[in-house]
C-alpha cells in the first residue's frame, strides 16, 4: 500500500513529469518578476484582496440577494442549482426549450465539476470547447490538469499527432499551425452553434455586471453569434462593487499567466440591448452551490475565496511532481487538495489522502492572490480525516511517539538507547518507519544523550567562551 | 529548547546555538524535561497526540518567563503557529500564546531580540543557504543572511528556485517517498549548481534528509547548522590587519 498520489507519481512518464515541472517553474518565476515590478508592496495587495473576498463570504447571504435582484433588473434570468445534476438539468432544460441542438462553449470549471459535456451528449447536445487547451483535452477524450492550462501535461508532439488522427491536418508541432488550425476548425462551429455557454471569473453584485477573461478571444465568439447565452459559476464568484475588480482583475491576470491583464477581459451586464448591432437575445445565469454553502459553515470556509488562477498548482512541488491528474478530481494540487474532498461531501473519505499530499511548506500561501491559509487548511483536513479514523498507508503510530514524548524518564532513556544503535545496521531494527527511510536515504550516526551531558557538564561550571571580544552589539 | 533532532543525532549543532547564544551575553538554561515540540502527529492531524506532547512542553518552560530559543525554524514555528491552530477551542489556549510569544528560531533572536548586526569571525569559503520553509514569511530568512553577509571570508552562492521545498515534510518523507525523493533531487541540484563547500541552513530536519539522499548515492554532503557557521566563525583564527 502506498499514497495514491505518491504511486501515481512514481508511475508516469519521464517526460510527462518534466514538462509540468519546467512550465510551472518558468510561469511561478514569471509571476513573482512581474508583480515585484509592477508593484511596491504585493502581499498588500494579496492581504487586501482576501479580505474583500473574505467580507464577501461572510455575508453571501446578502450579496448574493443584490447579485439576483440586479442581475434581473438587467434581464437576466437566474437559476439556483443546489447540486451538480441539478445544474446539468437547468442547463439542458435552457437548451431543449430553445430547440438547441449544438452548444459552443468556452472554459469553465464549473462545467467540469458538473460535467457538463457528457451530460449534454447523454441528452443528444454537442457541446464543442473552443479554449485551445480544452479543445484539445476534448479530442483526445481527456481531462484537464491545471485550472488555467489544462494541458500542462501534454508535450506539442502529442497534441500535433491528435490533431492528424483527429482529420486537423498531416502532422505538425508547429504550435502556430497548431493553433491556426484549430481555429479555422472552430470558427466553422461558431457561426453554425445554436447557443454559447461560458463560465465566469466574477460578478459585481452592484452592477450585476459578469467578467469573463480569456486570452483567446473564444469567450466573445460563443457569445456574440449566438442568439442564446448560459453563464455557469459558482456562487462564490460574487464580488461587491465594480471598483473591487480592477484589483482583482489585475492580480489574477499576474498570478495566473504573468501578464498585466488578460487579453480579452468581458464585461456583460445582461442580454443584448437594442442598440447593440449583436450577441444574445436571452441570457441565462446558473448560480451554482454544489457544497458550497456548506463549506461555509466549516473552518475551511477561506477556500471560497479561491480565484482559480492556478498560481498554488504551479508553485507547489508535489503538484510538479505529480502532475494534475494525480488528484483524481477536477481542482488539483493545493487548492485541490482542500477543496476536492470538501466538495465531495459525503463522499470525503474518498479524497482524505489529498490533503496528505503536501510537506505543508506553505508556498502555495505565499503566492495566493487571496491570500488563502492552505497549510492551515490542509491541517485541518487531516485532523478531520483521523478524526473520521483515516489513517494514510505507512502513517507512523504516533500514541506511542506521544507517550514517550510525554514521559521525560522514557524519552532520556530512548536516547541512550538510541545511541546502541550505532553498533548494528540500522536495517537490522524492525521498525517500519525507519525502513522505509532507509530504502531512499542513509541515517546519521545516533548521538543521543551527548549534548545532554555536555550541558549538564556546562551548567556545572566548567564554562569556555570560545572567543572574547564581543564588540559586535550595534 | 534543543529539539529532538539534536538530542539524538546533532549535539554538536546544540552546542554550537549554546557556545552562540553565550557569546552574545546569554546565560543558558536547559530544562531537562524537554522532548519534542509535537509537529510529527501534529502534521498527521493527531492533535490529540500532538496536544498531549505541546501541553508537556509548555509546563517545561512555563517556570521562568524566559525567552524559549530553538535552533530550528521548524519547532520555532510550530510552537508559534502550529500550537495556537490546536489549541483554538481549548481551556489552555492561553498557555499555548504564552509560549508562542517567548518562542524565537535562534538567528531571529540574535538579530531582531538581540540586536546584533554584525557577527565577528571569520569562516574560510562559499556556502549554498537553503531557507528551510518554515522560516518562510518569518524573521529569520533575513535574519541568517545577514548575520552570514557580515562575517569575513564567508562567500554564500545563489540557489536557484529558493522558494522550492526540500521534500523531507516530515513523515511525508516516509509516506511520500518517490516525491520526496524527487524533490530532493531537485533541491540539491540546486543547492549544488555552485560548487559551495557546505549546504547550511536553519533546520537539521532538512539537512538530514538531503545528506541522507545524497548518502545513498554515494556522495558525502557537507552541511552546517547556521548555529555552527556562527559558532565555527568565532573560533577561526581571525586576520586581521
Known amino acids: ?474 | 529548547m534543543a529539539t529532538c533532532l539534536c538530542d539524538a543525532f546533532y549535539a554538536d549543532v546544540a552546542r554550537a546555538a549554546v557556545e552562540v547564544l553565550e557569546f552574545a551575553g546569554c546565560e543558558v538554561v536547559f530544562p531537562e524535561d524537554q522532548t519534542c515540540c509535537g509537529q510529527p502527529p501534529f502534521n498527521g492531524g493527531d492533535f490529540e497526540t500532538s496536544r498531549k506532547i505541546a501541553r508537556h512542553t509548555m509546563r517545561t518552560f512555563a517556570d521562568a518567563d524566559l525567552p524559549v530559543i530553538v535552533p530550528s525554524g521548524s519547532c520555532a514555528a510550530m510552537h508559534r503557529h502550529g500550537n495556537l491552530l490546536q489549541f483554538e477551542d481549548q481551556p489552555d489556549l492561553e498557555d499555548a500564546r504564552d509560549l508562542a510569544r517567548r518562542t524565537w528560531e535562534l538567528t531571529d533572536y540574535l538579530v531582531n531580540g538581540l540586536k546584533i548586526v554584525r557577527w565577528p569571525g571569520r569562516h574560510e569559503g562559499r556556502l549554498a543557504l537553503h531557507h528551510a520553509c518554515h522560516t518562510r514569511g518569518s524573521a529569520t530568512g533575513h535574519a541568517i543572511t545577514r548575520l552570514l553577509s557580515t562575517i569575513e571570508g564567508l562567500d554564500v552562492v545563489p540557489v536557484g528556485q529558493g522558494d522550492q521545498c526540500c521534500g523531507f515534510g516530515g513523515t511525508f518523507a516516509v509516506t511520500f517517498p518517490h516525491i520526496s525523493r524527487e524533490m530532493g533531487r531537485l533541491k540539491l541540484e540546486h543547492l549544488l549548481e555552485k560548487n559551495p563547500q557546505a549546504v547550511v541552513s536553519a533546520d537539521m530536519s532538512c539537512l538530514m534528509h538531503l545528506c541522507g539522499l545524497a548518502g545513498a548515492s554515494g556522495m558525502a554532503l557537507p552541511v552546517l547548522h547556521v548555529a555552527q557557521v556562527l559558532r565555527n566563525a568565532l573560533t577561526a583564527p581571525v586576520a586581521r590587519p
Open chain 1, 1 to 474: 500500500m502506498t499514497e495514491p498520489i505518491d504511486a501515481f507519481a512514481a508511475a508516469q512518464s519521464i517526460s510527462r513529469r518534466d514538462a509540468v515541472v519546467h512550465s510551472a517553474a518558468l510561469t511561478t518565476e514569471q509571476r513573482s518578476h512581474i508583480l515585484r515590478r509592477d508593484y511596491e508592496d504585493p502581499d498588500a495587495l494579496r492581504r487586501l484582496a482576501g479580505r474583500i473576498k473574505q467580507h464577501t463570504l461572510d455575508h453571501l447571504d446578502h450579496y448574493l440577494e443584490q447579485a439576483v435582484s440586479t442581475l434581473e433588473k438587467n434581464g437576466v434570468h437566474v437559476h439556483f442549482a443546489p447540486t451538480a445534476e441539478a445544474a446539468c438539468r437547468i442547463v439542458l432544460g435552457i437548451l431543449q426549450k430553445a430547440g438547441a441542438r449544438s452548444v459552443v462553449k468556452s472554459k469553465s470549471m464549473v462545467s467540469e465539476e458538473i460535467h457538463l459535456n457528457d451530460y449534454l451528449a447523454r441528452h443528444g447536445i454537442t457541446s464543442l470547447e473552443t479554449d485551445l487547451g480544452e479543445f484539445i483535452v476534448q479530442i483526445d477524450g481527456d481531462t484537464p490538469s491545471h485550472i488555467v492550462r489544462p494541458i500542462i501535461h501534454k508535450r506539442r508532439d502529442e497534441v500535433a499527432r491528435s490533431f492528424e488522427a483527429h482529420g486537423l491536418g498531416a502532422y505538425d508541432d508547429d504550435p502556430e499551425t497548431i493553433t491556426r488550425r484549430a481555429r479555422r476548425h472552430l470558427r466553422r462551429h461558431y457561426l453554425a452553434s445554436d447557443a454559447g455557454i461560458t463560465g465566469a471569473n466574477f460578478l459585481s453584485a452592484e452592477s450585476g455586471r459578469l467578467v469573463i477573461v480569456t486570452n483567446e478571444g473564444n469567450a466573445r465568439f460563443c457569445m456574440a453569434p449566438n442568439r442564446l447565452h448560459i453563464a455557469l459559476l459558482g456562487l462564490e464568484k460574487i464580488v461587491p462593487r465594480d471598483r473591487d475588480l480592477s484589483l482583482f482583475l489585475n492580480l489574477l491576470a499576474r498570478s495566473a499567466t504573468a501578464q498585466q491583464l488578460t487579453v480579452y477581459t468581458q464585461f456583460i451586464r445582461g442580454p443584448r440591448a437594442p442598440s447593440q448591432p449583436s450577441g444574445p437575445d436571452t441570457m441565462h445565469l446558473v448560480l451554482l452551490d454544489n457544497g458550497r454553502t456548506e463549506i461555509l459553515g466549516t473552518s475551511c470556509r477561506e477556500i471560497l475565496r479561491c480565484i482559480r488562477c492556478g498560481a498554488c498548482q504551479n508553485v507547489c512541488p508535489v503538484y510538479r511532481q505529480a502532475s494534475g491528474h494525480a488528484y483524481r478530481t477536477v481542482y488539483g494540487g493545493p487548492v485541490g487538495a482542500v477543496l476536492s474532498p470538501l466538495l465531495a461531501g459525503p463522499e470525503f473519505s474518498a479524497y482524505a489522502d489529498l490533503p496528505r499530499a503536501s510537506t505543508l511548506c506553505g508556498a502555495c500561501q505565499e503566492v495566493c492572490p487571496v491570500d488563502i491559509p492552505i497549510p492551515e487548511l490542509l491541517l485541518r483536513l487531516r485532523a478531520k480525516g483521523k478524526g473520521a479514523g483515516i489513517i494514510g498507508p505507512d502513517a507512523p503510530p504516533m500514541q506511542a511517539f506521544g507517550a514517550v514524548a510525554t514521559s521525560p524518564g522514557l524519552w532520556r532513556l530512548g536516547l541512550k538507547v538510541s545511541k546502541t544503535m550505532n553498533l548494528f545496521p540500522a536495517k537490522w531494527v524492525p521498525w517500519k518507519p525507519l525502513q522505509q527511510w532507509l530504502r531512499l536515504r542513509t541515517l546519521p550516526r545516533w548521538e543521543g544523550g551527548v549534548f545532554r551531558a555536555w550541558m549538564r557538564n556546562r551548567q556545572n561550571g566548567s564554562r569556555r567562551r570560545p572567543s572574547p571580544d564581543p564588540d559586535n552589539k550595534s
